[in-house]
C-alpha cells in the first residue's frame, strides 16, 4: 500500500509545485527594461568620487592636503596643486582618479578635511582602455560649472 | 592503502576535471575526479585559483584600508565579513559603540544572510536542475538589496561598519522597506515550500545524499549550517554572543542525519529564524548617536592580540588580529569556514554519482574566493 | 493511394516533404520562442522582446547566427561521426511528420502500421546521440551519450506499452483509425494511465526535463552536444523541438481525439486547427513542467521506470486486453 502512496504523494507534491509556477504566469512581471527605463536609484549610492561645487565660491575647497591620496588603499588618486599665494594653501591644478582600481570605500570622502569630496551619481561608466577609467575630476567640475551657468542663464531669460 | 593500490592500478577508472570552469564549481574550485562508470572513486579539490593575498594587505595596510577588504573575501556576505572586522578591531582597541548602532548592525548582518541563503537556495536548485526558484529566490534578494543599498548606498561590498558605530543613519523609509520585506516573506516561504521542500524529485535527490556524520564533520572543522545539519546545535551568535544578539528570542535550527537534505532544511529555516531576529529588532531599536564619538582617523590600538568569532553565512568565522602598536595590524589571519566545509568532500564524494557529486557541492554552499582569499 | 498512381503518390510524397521541412524548421522557431516567453513569464521576466514584436524574431537571428559560426572539432575527435550526428539525429525525426494525421485526409502517407513507424524512427535518435557523444572525445559528452542510451532504454518500454493499449482498443496500427475511432469520447478519459505513462515517457524519450539527464547542463556541462557549435548545435536543438512537436502530436492522436473536437463538437473550427490547438497545449504543458521542477538523477529514472512505469503499463495493457477481449 505504501508504493502507491509514495506514487500519489509523490505526484501531488509535483502538481502543487506545478502550481506555483502557474500562478506566476499571471503576475506582473518584476524585470525593468534597463536601457529603456531605469530604476531610480537610491539616496546614499556611492559612484565613483568627485569634487563638490560651493554655492558661495562656486568652485571646489580642496586644499591639496594630500589627506585622500595617501589614504586611499588602492593608490586610485593622484592629487597636484602648487603654491600660487604667498600664504594659504596650495592650489589644485590637478585631480585625477584611475576608476578601474576604485574599491568605493569611500575612505577619501570622509577624511577629506574641507568636505569638497562627494560621491558622484554616475553609474553607466563603459570604457576600452586603462586610459578611459582615468577619470579627471578638475575637468569634471569645470564642465558641471559650465552646466550650472548654462541652466542659470536659460532660467534668467524664462523669468 | 590497499585501496588507493586498488584504484591505482584499476583500468576502469578515469580521471575527470570537474572546473575549474564547470557551471556548478561556484566561484573557481576544480575538483580532480577519479570516476569509475558514474561512480566517484576519489575526489581531490584543488584550490588557490582565487587568491589575492587578504591576509598579506591587511597587514601592510591601516586597519581601516583593510575593511573594504572584507566584504571581497565572501562577496555574499560582505555585511557579516565588515560586522566581524569591526567587532574584532574595536575589542583591540577598546572602543564602546552606541546602542542604535549596534542594532542596526544586527538587521543589516541578519538580512545580508538572508540575501546569502537566498542565493545559495537558488543556485542550489540550479545545481539540481530547477531553474525558476533561482529567479525567484534572486527576486527577493533584489529587496535585499534594495534595503541594504538604501543604507550603504552599495549593494554587494557594503564597507557599512565603521569603527565605533556605522557610516549612515537608518531613516523611517528604511524600517518601511525592512517591514514590508518581511512580510512578504510570508507568502515566499509557503510558495519554496510547495515549489521545492516537498517537491518528490527534490526530496530525492537530496535525503540520504552526502551524509557527512557528526565525527567527520568534527574532524574536518565543518561548521554553520552544515554542522548544524548533523544535528549540533553550535551557532556563534548563542555561544559567544556578540554585539547584541543575546537579547533576541531566536532558535538554532538542527538537523538529525547531516545529509544534503538536512543542510537544505537547517539554510531555509535559518531564514525564518533571521527575519525573527530582525522582526525584534525593528522593535527595540533604540533612539541615538550612531557613530562614538572621538575615533581618530589614525586607529593605533594598543599592543595585544586579539581573536573574534562570528557567524557568518557560512559557519564559524574569525579575525585574528595583532597589534605593534601602530597603525595597521602586524599579524592578520581569517578563519574561513568554507575551506573545512570544502575539505571534508575528500571524505564524502566518493561512492557516490557525479550527479550527487553536484547536489552535496552545492548544498555545502562554498564560496570559494573566501578560502583563496 | 485512392488511385493507387504511382506519380500522384510520389508526387504526395514530395510535396509532403517540402511542407514538412518548411513546417519543421517554422515550428522549431516558433517553439524556441515560445519556450523562451513560457519560461520568462514563470519567472516573472518578459523573456526575449527586442527582435521584432514581442521578440519574435529572436530565434531567426539566433538561427543566422548559428549558421555563420564556425564548426570547430576538437582534436582527436572522430571527423566522420562528429558531423554525422546532428544530421542524423535530425532526418529521423522528419520520418515521423510522415504519418501524423494532420487532419481528415491530410496525412502525407497513411501508412497501416504508423504508429509503429513513428516511434521506430525515433529511436535513431538515441543512436545520434550516441555517435555525437562518442565522437567527440570528451568525458562530458560520453558520459552524457551513455546516460541517454540507458534512460532510453528503460523509457521505450512503457511508452510503447502505454501505446499498446490504444491499439489493442483500436485493433489498428494507422493513424487516422485511431483518430476517427476517437469522434465522441477520447481516449484520454477511457486510457488516463495510458496518457499520463505516454506523457511520462515522452518527455524522457525527448530528453525534456526533468528527465534531461543526458545534457544536464549543471551537472555534465551540456552532454553529449558539449562539443558541438554553431549549425551542428543548431541541429540538436532543432532536432529537440521538432522531437517534441512530434511527441506531442502523436499524444494528440492517440489520447485527445486528433482532429476532433471534445465529445463530437467541432465549433465550426477545422480539424488541423483542433488538431494543432491541442499539441501546442501539450507542448506547453511540457515547457509549464521544464520550468517547474528540479532534474531526477539517472538512477531514480531508471528506479521509477522499472518500477513504477513498466509495472503500471503493463498492468494496464492486460485489464485493457481483458475488456477489449470481453466486449
Known amino acids: ?159 | 592503502m590497499d585501496e588507493l593500490e586498488k584504484i591505482e592500478g584499476n583500468e576502469r577508472v578515469y580521471s575527470l576535471n570537474l572546473g575549474p570552469q564547470h557551471p556548478s564549481t561556484h566561484g573557481v574550485l576544480r575538483i580532480l575526479l577519479d570516476l569509475d562508470g558514474e561512480y566517484i572513486v576519489k575526489a581531490d579539490p584543488v584550490i588557490g585559483y582565487g587568491h589575492r593575498g587578504h591576509e598579506k594587505m591587511g597587514e601592510n595596510r591601516q586597519y581601516k584600508q583593510f575593511l573594504p577588504n572584507t566584504s571581497r573575501m565572501d562577496y555574499l556576505s560582505g555585511m557579516l565579513y565588515n560586522h566581524g572586522f569591526v567587532l574584532a578591531v574595536e575589542k583591540l582597541a577598546g572602543i564602546k559603540v552606541p546602542e542604535r548602532a549596534k542594532y542596526i548592525r544586527v538587521i543589516a548582518s541578519e538580512l545580508n544572510r538572508i540575501s546569502s541563503h537566498l542565493l545559495w537556495f537558488g543556485t542550489y536548485l540550479l545545481d539540481l536542475g530547477g531553474i525558476t526558484p533561482f529567479l525567484y529566490a534572486f527576486d527577493d534578494r533584489e529587496q535585499i538589496l534594495d534595503i541594504l543599498d538604501a543604507i550603504s548606498g552599495s549593494r554587494l561590498t557594503y564597507s557599512y561598519c565603521r569603527f565605533g558605530g556605522v557610516s549612515r543613519d537608518v531613516d523611517m523609509k528604511f524600517i518601511e522597506m525592512t517591514r514590508a520585506f518581511l512580510k512578504r516573506m510570508e507568502a515566499r516561504w509557503v510558495d519554496y515550500e510547495d515549489l521545492v521542500t516537498k517537491n518528490v524529485i527534490f526530496i530525492h535527490r537530496t535525503r540520504d545524499v552526502g551524509v557527512i556524520s557528526l565525527e567527520l564533520a568534527r574532524q574536518y572543522g565543518v561548521t554553520g549550517p552544515n554542522l548544524r545539519a548533523c544535528g549540533v546545535a553550535f551557532d556563534v551568535r548563542r555561544s559567544e554572543p556578540y554585539e547584541v544578539y543575546d537579547r533576541f528570542d531566536f532558535e538554532i535550527p538542527t538537523g538529525s542525519k547531516g545529509d544534503a537534505l538536512d543542510r537544505y532544511v537547517v539554510r531555509f529555516r535559518e531564514m525564518q529564524q533571521s527575519c525573527r531576529i530582525i522582526d525584534q529588532a525593528l522593535e527595540h531599536l533604540p533612539e541615538g548617536e550612531i557613530m562614538t564619538p572621538k575615533v581618530p582617523q589614525k586607529l593605533s590600538p594598543p599592543k595585544g592580540e586579539v581573536y573574534t568569532a562570528f557567524e557568518s553565512a557560512r559557519g564559524l568565522t574569525a579575525y585574528y588580529l595583532v597589534s605593534d602598536g601602530s597603525p595597521g595590524p602586524y599579524r592578520c589571519h581569517i578563519r574561513v569556514p568554507s575551506f573545512g566545509n570544502l575539505n571534508v568532500l575528500n571524505d564524502v564524494l566518493p561512492g557516490t554519482l557525479v550527479a550527487d557529486a553536484i547536489a552535496i557541492l552545492g548544498s555545502v554552499d562554498l564560496v570559494i574566493p573566501e578560502i583563496d582569499r | 493511394m485512392s488511385e493507387g498512381l504511382l506519380g500522384s503518390e510520389l508526387f504526395r510524397l514530395i510535396l509532403g516533404l517540402v511542407i514538412v521541412l518548411a513546417f519543421s524548421q517554422l515550428n522549431a522557431l516558433f517553439l524556441v520562442w515560445l519556450e523562451r516567453k513560457v519560461s520568462g513569464h514563470i519567472q516573472l521576466r518578459p523573456g526575449p522582446m527586442e527582435v521584432g514584436p514581442h521578440g519574435l524574431l529572436q530565434t531567426i537571428i539566433d538561427g543566422v547566427k548559428l549558421v555563420g559560426k564556425e564548426l570547430i572539432m576538437p582534436l582527436k575527435a572522430d571527423r566522420k561521426l562528429f558531423f554525422l550526428a546532428p544530421v542524423l539525429v535530425f532526418t529521423p525525426v522528419l520520418v515521423g511528420f510522415l504519418v501524423l494525421p494532420f487532419g481528415p485526409g491530410l496525412i502525407i502517407h497513411d501508412m497501416n502500421v504508423g504508429v509503429l513507424l513513428v516511434f521506430a524512427f525515433s529511436t535513431i535518435t538515441v543512436l545520434a546521440i550516441l555517435t555525437g557523444g562518442w565522437a567527440s572525445n570528451n568525458k562530458y559528452a560520453l558520459l552524457g551519450a551513455v546516460r541517454s542510451v540507458a534512460q532510453n532504454v528503460a523509457y521505450e518500454i512503457p511508452l510503447l506499452l502505454a501505446v499498446m493499449s490504444v491499439v489493442l482498443m483500436v485493433h489498428s496500427l494507422s493513424f487516422s483509425q485511431i483518430v476517427a475511432s476517437q469522434k465522441t469520447v477520447w481516449f484520454v478519459f477511457i486510457q488516463p494511465l495510458a496518457c499520463l505513462i505516454y506523457l511520462i515517457a515522452a518527455t524522457a524519450e525527448t530528453n525534456r526535463a526533468p528527465f534531461d539527464i543526458p545534457e544536464a547542463e549543471s551537472e555534465l556541462v551540456a552532454g553529449f552536444h558539449t562539443e558541438y557549435g554553431g549549425m551542428g548545435f543548431g541541429l540538436f536543438f532543432l532536432a529537440e523541438y521538432t522531437n517534441m512537436f512530434i511527441v506531442c502530436a502523436v499524444a494528440t492522436s492517440l489520447f485527445f481525439g486528433g482532429w476532433n473536437g471534445p465529445f463530437g463538437i467541432s465549433l465550426g473550427i477545422p480539424g488541423v486547427f483542433w488538431f494543432l490547438i491541442k499539441t501546442y497545449f501539450l507542448i506547453f504543458v511540457i515547457m509549464w513542467v521544464r520550468w517547474t521542477f528540479p532534474r531526477v538523477r539517472f538512477d531514480q529514472l531508471m528506479n521509477f521506470s522499472w518500477k513504477v512505469l513498466i509495472p503500471l503499463s503493463l498492468v494496464n495493457l492486460v485489464i485493457t486486453a481483458i475488456v477489449v477481449k470481453i466486449i
Open chain 1, 1 to 159: 500500500m505504501g508504493y502507491f502512496k509514495d506514487i500519489f504523494n509523490g505526484g501531488l507534491s509535483l502538481i502543487e509545485g506545478m502550481g506555483v509556477t502557474a500562478r506566476r504566469l499571471f503576475r506582473p512581471l518584476v524585470t525593468v527594461q534597463y536601457p529603456r527605463k531605469k530604476i531610480p536609484l537610491s539616496s546614499a549610492y556611492r559612484g565613483h568620487i568627485e569634487l563638490k561645487i560651493f554655492g558661495e565660491s562656486g568652485t571646489h575647497k580642496c586644499i591639496v592636503c594630500l589627506n585622500c591620496e595617501k589614504t586611499c588603499p588602492s593608490g586610485v588618486i593622484r592629487v597636484q596643486g602648487e603654491k600660487l599665494k604667498e600664504k594659504g594653501p596650495k592650489t589644485l591644478t590637478s585631480y585625477v582618479i584611475d576608476f578601474s582600481r576604485c574599491s568605493l570605500c569611500g575612505l577619501c570622502v570622509e577624511i577629506c578635511p574641507t568636505s569638497t569630496l562627494k560621491y558622484s551619481r554616475e553609474y553607466e561608466l563603459v570604457g576600452e582602455t586603462w586610459a578611459d577609467c582615468k577619470i579627471d575630476l578638475l575637468a569634471r567640475l569645470a564642465r558641471q560649472v559650465e552646466e550650472m551657468e548654462a541652466e542659470k542663464k536659460t532660467q534668467g531669460i524664462a523669468a
